[in-house]
């Protein structure tokens, strides 16, 4: 009954790699998010998606890219990895957020891939 | 973006001592979520606050939002080692698009010597 999934909880690659980590929600939530979590614990947004926008943090290289083959998946593909990626990578979801406070709710987290490059 | 300085950044304590982590804006705030993270967990969300002022209780944990909407703080009485953990401070930013993204504070890492 996992409400947010992801594939694989490690990987361990070498530099130049391609890699891709798979996200799955069964909440019905329509927005999804992929964040980094470095080594200070830092987590940092790194997109957020639903089924009519895309938006990327601009300090994201555009190596990473998600993919959203529907509203209950939402992917991350990595290219030609590098020593600094190596991080904990989350998926969450939500339902959408809007301007309405009272109305937002909190994220669902997955539980993490550990991704080291070597 | 909207940001937020959440300190301590460590705290250690005794067990049944109690603990404070506090967030603060330059800006106000629409509102405010707090997050708890188990050593080598996730995330977990615990609680929302949206009014000026407005306190709320979960059994031992306390969290306030301020008068101006401007900081926050989560306390908890007599911790136990249950508590250990990094406890996060999370705000709505805008991002363009009619769309909001969740910008966390940095975490205070809570420790608790049995």
């Known amino acids: 009954d996992t409400a947010v999934s992801q594939t694989p909880k490690y990987l361990v690659t070498q530099m130049g790699n391609d890699k891709s980590i798979k996200c799955e929600q069964n909440?019905?939530?329509?927005?999804m998010y992929w964040y980094k979590q470095d080594s200070k614990k830092f987590l940092k947004i790194m997109f957020s998606?639903?089924?009519?926008?895309?938006?990327i943090n601009e300090t994201v290289p555009n190596r990473f890219s998600p993919k959203s083959p529907d509203k209950a998946h939402l992917n991350l593909h990595i290219n030609s990895l590098e020593l600094g990626d190596s991080a904990v990578y989350f998926c969450?979801?939500?339902?959408?957020?809007?301007?309405?406070?009272?109305?937002?709710?909190?994220?669902?987290f997955g539980s993490g891939t550990r991704l080291t490059v070597v | 973006g909207q940001q937020v300085m959440q300190i301590p950044q460590y705290q250690h304590v005794q067990e049944g001592e109690d603990f404070t982590t506090y967030c603060n804006s330059s800006?106000?705030?629409?509102?405010i979520q707090w997050y708890k993270q188990r050593p080598g967990g996730h995330p977990v969300f615990l609680i929302q606050?949206?009014?000026?002022?407005e306190v709320k209780k979960q059994k031992r944990l306390t969290f306030q939002f301020g008068e101006a909407k401007k900081n926050s703080s989560l306390h908890i009485t007599a911790t136990q080692t249950t508590d250990v953990g990094t406890y996060f401070c999370?705000?709505?930013?805008?991002?363009?698009?009619?769309?909001?993204?969740?910008?966390f504070g940095k975490g205070t890492k809570l420790s608790v010597i049995p």
């Open positions: 969450a979801s939500s339902h959408l957020q809007t301007q309405s406070p009272s109305s937002n709710y909190g994220y669902t």
């Open positions: 909440l019905g939530h329509d927005t």
């Open positions: 998606y639903n089924n009519k926008e895309l938006i």
């Open positions: 800006t106000t705030l629409s509102n």
């Open positions: 606050l949206v009014k000026s002022g």
């Open positions: 999370a705000v709505q930013a805008y991002s363009g698009a009619g769309s909001y993204q969740l910008t």
